[in-house]
C-alpha cells in the first residue's frame, strides 16, 4: 500500500523559511511526479508545486513562484519544498500527492493524483 508523509511544517515568523520533505513507503517515487498541494482554512486547495518523476520538469503557482523550490533525491524516496521569504498568506495545510512521470497539464488542480498525503501544518506568523 502506497503512503506519503510529510513533515517539516511548523510555526515560522514572516521572512523566515521551511523546508517540507514528503517521503514515500510502499512506492518507487521514481515512477511519479510530485505535487505539493496547500490548503487554508475556508479557501479552495491550491497547487503549489510539482516536479516530474526525473526531476527534469518543474511547475510553480504564481503566488509561491520565485520564493519555494522543489526538488527530489529519489534514492531516499523523498521530495522536498524549499519554503522562503514566507508571508501569512502562505499559511496553510500543505499535502503531497503522486502521478505517474508527469505533472500534467492539471497539475494546479490535482487531477489525476491518485496518492495523497496526510497534511503538514505551516503557520506564519509573528
Known amino acids: 500500500q502506497a503512503q506519503l508523509v510529510e513533515s517539516g511544517g511548523g510555526l515560522v515568523q514572516p521572512g523566515g523559511s521551511l523546508r517540507l520533505s514528503c517521503e514515500a513507503s510502499g512506492v518507487s517515487l521514481d515512477l511519479y511526479a510530485i505535487g505539493w498541494y496547500r490548503q487554508a482554512p475556508g479557501k479552495a486547495r491550491e497547487g503549489v508545486s510539482c516536479i516530474s518523476s526525473t526531476g527534469s520538469s518543474t511547475n510553480y503557482g504564481y503566488s509561491v513562484e520565485g520564493r519555494f523550490t522543489i526538488s527530489r533525491d529519489n534514492a531516499k524516496n523523498t521530495v522536498y519544498l524549499q519554503m522562503n521569504s514566507l508571508e501569512p498568506e502562505d499559511t496553510a495545510v500543505y499535502y503531497c500527492?503522486?502521478?505517474?512521470?508527469?505533472?500534467?497539464?492539471?497539475?494546479?488542480?490535482?487531477?489525476?493524483?491518485?496518492?495523497w498525503g496526510q497534511g503538514t501544518q505551516v503557520t506564519v506568523s509573528s
Open positions: 500527492a503522486a502521478r505517474p512521470q508527469v505533472c500534467g497539464s492539471g497539475w494546479y488542480n490535482g487531477l489525476e493524483y491518485y496518492y
